[in-house]
């Protein structure tokens, strides 16, 4: 079964930048969707950005948009969550998250709509 592998996550201080892969073990895999989420510690798993091969768009939550960017290498079937001004409310551990299901806007921050994930990459942002 295939599964999706993140990496790139890592200890960084207040402003800085990371970038987070994500690529499928079996490089054949095609989705439709393939999104971030992260969990903080004793909190829920949240929708931070997708990319919708339906019309190419990227969607941000809220506390995403303007500082993440999603970007892709179709080449090698892989997609990076680019994070820029990381602030300590950013420590979490990043999951990447895809579907062959075609799923509607509203629909891409219900992680029940995604049937593949990684391990996760931890993220934590200090001083």
């Known amino acids: 079964q295939v599964q999706l592998v993140e990496s790139g996550g890592g200890l960084v201080q207040p402003g800085a930048s990371l970038r987070l892969s994500c690529v499928p073990s079996?490089?054949?895999?095609?989705?439709?969707?393939r999104s971030w989420f992260r969990q903080a510690p004793g909190k829920e798993r949240e929708f931070v950005a997708a990319?919708?091969?339906?019309?190419?768009?990227?969607y941000y939550s809220d506390s995403a948009k303007g500082r993440f960017t999603i970007l892709r290498d179709n080449a090698k079937n892989t997609h990076y969550l680019q994070m820029n001004s990381l602030s300590p409310e950013d420590t979490a551990v990043y999951y990447c998250?895809?579907?062959?299901?075609?799923?509607?806007?509203?629909?891409?921050?219900?992680?029940?709509?995604?049937?593949?994930w990684g391990e996760g990459t931890q993220v934590t942002v200090s001083s």
């Open positions: 079996d490089n054949t895999f095609s989705d439709n969707v």
């Open positions: 990319f919708r091969r339906q019309g190419g768009g990227t």
């Open positions: 998250a895809a579907t062959s299901r075609r799923l509607i806007v509203s629909s891409l921050s219900d992680a029940e709509n995604y049937d593949v």
